[in-house]
Nanobody
Framework: RMQMTESGGGSVESGGSLRLSCVGS????????MGWFRQVPGKEREGVSCIRWNGDSTLYEDSVKGRFTISRDNAKNTLYLQMNSLKPEDTAMYFC????????????????WGQGTQVTVSS
């Protein structure tokens, strides 16, 4: 069974940076597509970025292109999201997710989810 734990969230000022990590357990981690999603209260969860199992392809939601970078280290079972030039509208709970087949930014396509880490950006 896949289990994932996010960390790295926190409170920063606008323009600041954070690096989120997601450590996975489970022997098939390195073969799964992984993604980052975010959600604010009262709104639907939205896709931020995803990466194929071997890291050779990535996708980004338009509002984070050029500011966020997704990466993974399969030897460490860890997914990362480097977030630069943060804006108040990036404030949300961030989740990592995994699926053997999914590749894209649709939350419903992913099977396994972490518990989330809060990111708060003040103006």
């Amino acid at each position: 069974r896949m289990q994932m734990t996010e960390s790295g969230g926190g409170s920063v000022e606008s323009g600041g940076s954070l690096r989120l990590s997601c450590v996975g357990s489970g022997w098939v981690y390195k073969t799964y597509c992984m993604g980052w999603f975010r959600q604010v209260p009262g709104k639907e969860r939205e896709g931020v970025s995803c990466i194929r199992w071997n890291g050779d392809s990535t996708l980004y939601e338009d509002s984070v292109k050029g500011r966020f970078t997704i990466s993974r280290d399969n030897a460490k079972n860890t997914l990362y999201l480097q977030m630069n030039s943060l804006k108040p509208e990036d404030t949300a709970m961030y989740f990592c997710a995994a699926d053997r087949l999914a590749y894209g930014l649709a939350p419903d396509a992913y099977t396994y989810w972490g518990q989330g880490t809060q990111v708060t950006v003040s103006s």
